[in-house]
């Protein structure tokens, strides 16, 4: 089954060690999005791509940068993660021409100590 | 983009329809009307989108009056694993680069036996 995969499930980290998590996809999307999503929030859009376009959001802190080497594949680099930071990060695609219709990875879920 | 409102919470029982209403008072023209499901610790679902009168699916149904202010979501016999959170976002439905999709608070629907 075509599907969004996100590695991994769920990662701890270091206060201000580095941590990058890993988004995949086989629906062959042309658009990749990030959002984090606290406790009992709504997600949150951190940034997106359509195609190769990189496209941050305003609030989106430096802390987080994001890579897109091809298609299929979307990287999330916290450079140095605070413990604001801990989070439930999901990973989105969808075709440029039905943004709304998005599919969502299962999330990873990201622990600061 | 259209601010949506929408209850905080609703209960239900199983078997019941339930009924989740959305208000965006200043929806635009090009604006369609997008809903999500969200389980605990998964990410969001697409279920439906309408752009006006009703749309029906294999999951729920949306209702959507003429002047397109609000929205129904309907979930016909609701069962236990309906509990979740639900989200309406209205926006446009292709964005190019720039779109972004920006989820509300959601309402956490509890399904009773």
């Known amino acids: 089954d075509a599907m969004v995969i996100q590695n991994p499930r769920y990662q701890v980290t270091q206060f201000g060690k580095p941590v990058t998590l890993s988004c995949s996809q086989t629906?062959?999307?042309?658009?990749m999005y990030w959002y984090q999503q606290k406790s009992s929030q709504a997600p949150k859009l951190l940034f997106h791509?359509?195609?190769?376009?990189?496209?941050n959001e305003a609030d989106t802190p430096d802390n987080f940068q994001s890579r897109r080497p091809n298609t299929s594949f979307c990287f999330l680099d916290i450079r140095s993660p605070g413990l604001g930071d801990a989070a439930m990060y999901l990973c989105?695609?969808?075709?440029?021409?039905?943004?709304?219709?998005?599919?969502f990875g299962p999330g990873t879920r990201l622990t600061v100590t | 983009l259209a601010k949506t409102t929408q209850p905080i919470s609703m209960d239900s029982y199983e078997g019941q329809e339930v009924n989740i209403t959305c208000s965006h008072n200043?929806?635009?023209?090009?604006?369609?009307i997008t809903w999500y499901q969200q389980f605990p610790s998964q990410g969001p679902r697409f279920i439906i989108q309408?752009?006006?009168t009703k749309v029906t699916n294999e999951v729920a149904s949306l209702f959507i009056p003429a002047d397109r202010k609000s929205s129904t979501l309907s979930l016909p016999r609701v069962s236990l694993s309906d509990t979740a959170v639900y989200y309406c976002l209205v926006g446009p439905v292709s964005g190019g680069s720039n779109y972004k999709l920006t989820f509300g608070k959601g309402t956490l629907l509890t399904v009773n036996p």
């Open positions: 309408g752009y006006k």
């Open positions: 200043n929806i635009a023209t090009n604006d369609y």
């Open positions: 629906l062959n999307h042309n658009v």
């Open positions: 989105a695609t969808s075709r440029v021409e039905r943004v709304h219709e998005q599919y």
């Open positions: 791509y359509y195609d190769k376009d990189f496209n």
